[in-house]
């Protein structure tokens, strides 16, 4: 019985906080980035354009560089995307 309800408070701690891994922004298809809260089909398509004319992205901050992106967009997305290596701050 104790094991029974210590996997349903498990199984609901899940549902309630549920993981999520970061998008990684080097690997990323264009749905994959849209599906992120904040990134809509113009800044995806900027960010694979940019990754594409100038290598992978070493951080996350690097997507200041890109056009239709601020500091404050950056600061705002940081903890749902990644660069593969990097962990989300």
């Not at 849209?34 to 100038?54: D, H, M």
């Not at 070493?58 to 992106?69: A, Q, R, T, W, Y």
């Amino acid at each position: 019985m104790k094991n029974l309800i210590g996997s349903m408070l498990l199984i609901a701690g899940m549902i309630a906080f549920p993981v999520l891994a970061a998008v990684n922004i080097n690997t990323a298809t264009q749905s994959e980035l849209e599906a992120v809260k904040g990134l809509g089909p113009s800044k995806a398509k900027a960010i694979i354009s940019y990754r594409e004319a100038n290598g992978g992205f070493k951080s996350v901050d690097e997507l200041d560089n890109v056009k239709g992106f601020g500091k404050a967009s950056v600061d705002r997305l940081k903890n749902e995307l990644s660069v593969g290596t990097e962990k989300p701050k």
